[in-house]
């Protein structure tokens, strides 16, 4: 009984040392991004900057709904790609799960834009004037951007990232676009059929909606 009364004021006396155990970060927020999706960002972030720029000139010289939806469309997409790169930044700090809904909300106002506009192209029954840098902005595009959903759908698999599939969707969706603002310009211009794209336009608002929606619920649509 002396020898139990004796340790326990040793150890009082000599507390035994405390030892921290270091808090495990979460894998999520200190994986760096890969190069490819870097790079796949970086040239999506300067092909946007002239696709924009170039339609939504062309929009205003040859008042065409069509190709302003389509500037629109580059805009939107242009911040979009900005909010897959700032996950990785330091500074900012953004979660994977506030940009996919930044995203969603990004891919929500490029809806509204061309469902307003094309129907505003319709209402109005002003036919835009044949437009020559819209249609080579549009045809390059048509080309370019498949590529790059492609791209970015084959990285937002390997790295599990929704943002980035989300992207995806809105490179796919300004493929078709592109497509649909091609037809209608060239219609335009042979047949003087001005209304055509703007029905088209207002084809592709359903699909927006729907990949709006998976972007919001944290997931993506493989149909782009």
């Not at 696709?51 to 302003?68: D, G, I, M, Q, Y």
């Not at 911040?79 to 700032?86: G, M, Y």
């Not at 490029?110 to 835009?128: D, E, G, M, Q």
Request: glycine share 2%.
């Amino acid at each position: 009984m002396r020898s139990l009364r004796a340790l326990l004021l040793a150890n009082h006396r000599c507390p035994l040392p405390r030892y921290t155990i270091p808090m495990q970060v979460p894998a999520s927020t200190c994986v760096p991004a890969r190069p490819a999706v870097l790079w796949l960002q970086t040239i999506t972030l300067l092909w946007m900057l002239v696709e924009c720029a170039v339609s939504v000139w062309a929009a205003f010289t040859a008042h065409s709904p069509a190709l302003l939806a389509f500037g629109s469309d580059s805009l939107v997409e242009l911040l979009s790609a900005t909010v897959v790169l700032l996950q990785w930044t330091p500074r900012f700090s953004l979660s994977e799960r506030a940009a996919a809904r930044a995203a969603s909300v990004l891919l929500y106002a490029l809806t509204c834009i061309v469902a307003i506009i094309a129907a505003l192209s319709i209402l109005l029954r002003r036919p835009p004037e044949t437009s020559c840098p819209g249609m080579v902005i549009t045809a390059a595009a048509l080309i370019a951007m498949p590529i790059l959903a492609l791209l970015k759908r084959r990285e937002a698999r390997r790295t599990g990232n929704v943002a980035l599939a989300a992207d995806a969707v809105q490179s796919a969706t300004c493929a078709w676009l592109a497509a649909i603002t091609l037809a209608g310009l060239a219609l335009n211009a042979l047949f003087h059929i001005a209304w055509s794209d703007s029905l088209a336009a207002l084809a592709a608002v359903p699909l927006l909606l729907r990949e709006a929606r998976s972007a919001w619920k944290g997931h993506a649509c493989g149909c782009c």
